[in-house]
């Protein structure tokens, strides 16, 4: 049994993800709500705090990042920033601090998104935001220390939110839950490294 720390696991991609690892110790983590520790991944500090209270573990699973959804023609710069320092930069850096408190042989998983292999209008930040971060995972897994590993699972949208999603997005077909959390699992209990995990229809 690994300690594995969940950022987001409040959150539809967050249940995805814990359906995928019950046989861990899950730590849970979010901005708000009932988790076990409150975390920004865009404060540097913040996720330090996280990672030295939590103590001993595994595995980090982040399944959060904040995307601003507009035409392209009109997104601000504001705009792009936000969707930058949340989805990439946020995410980097639980890799890039995370490394330093990690066990030996560790393993980080990452989200994107597969909009940035089938682009829908208004999310162009999402789509190169997670195409950053597929790029990030492949290449920083040739660097990691100590036998650590990262993998990042770019699913299309879930079942379970299709209601909320599923106008912006037609012709799409969604996924349940649980096979998004075989992803997770794969990536944790697996040996692979470098890899887009990709759940699509």
């Not at 950022?7 to 076990?36: C, E, F, N, P, Y």
């Not at 030295?52 to 997104?75: H, I, L, P, R, W």
């Not at 599923?166 to 996924?175: D, S, Y």
Request: with cysteine.
């Amino acid at each position: 049994m690994k300690t594995v720390i969940l950022i987001g696991a409040l959150g539809k991609m967050g249940q995805a993800a814990l359906m995928g690892l019950g046989k861990h110790k899950v730590i849970t983590a979010g901005r708000s709500g009932d988790v076990d520790h409150i975390v920004d991944i865009t404060d540097e500090q913040s996720i330090r705090d996280l990672y030295k209270s939590v103590g001993q573990f595994d595995a980090v699973v982040n399944t959060v990042g904040v995307c601003e959804y507009a035409n392209f023609t009109e997104m601000t710069d504001a705009q792009w920033m936000n969707t930058v320092m949340s989805k990439m930069m946020g995410q980097i850096n639980l890799v890039r601090i995370g490394q330093e408190y990690i066990a030996d042989s560790g393993s980080f998983t990452l989200i994107s998104g597969i909009l940035n292999v089938k682009p829908i209008p208004f999310a162009i930040a999402d789509a190169t935001t997670s195409g950053a971060i597929d790029t990030f995972t492949k290449c920083v897994a040739f660097e990691m220390p100590r036998n650590q590993r990262i993998n990042v699972v770019n699913p299309t949208v879930l079942t379970e939110a299709w209601d909320v999603y599923g106008e912006m997005m037609p012709g799409f077909e969604p996924v349940p839950s649980a096979l998004v959390g075989k992803a997770f699992e794969r990536s944790v209990d697996g040996f692979i490294t470098g890899e887009v995990i990709f759940v699509d229809a």
